[in-house]
């Protein structure tokens, strides 16, 4: 019995610790995809803006 329990946490160690790092790669992915669509809106209304000015 206590050889299934060693291996149990284990298992369940290991499990958990690929999950946090599949959850840091998605957190990391989503952060840049924020920036760079916050940069196009903030360049699309400096464009938008500009081209008013000129007409």
């Known amino acids: ?3 299934w329990t060693l291996y149990s946490m ?3 160690c290991l499990l958990t610790l690929t ?3 599949a ?3 998605i957190f990391k992915a989503g952060m840049w995809w ?3 669509l916050v940069v196009g809106v ?3 209304i ?3 803006f500009s081209r ?3 007409s």
């Open 1 to 3: 019995m206590k050889k």
């Open 10 to 12: 284990t298992l369940i």
């Open 19 to 21: 999950s946090c790092e």
């Open 23 to 25: 959850v840091e790669t």
């Open 34 to 36: 924020g920036i760079i």
């Open 42 to 44: 903030v360049a699309i």
């Open 46 to 48: 400096a464009w938008l």
């Open 52 to 54: 008013g000015k000129n």
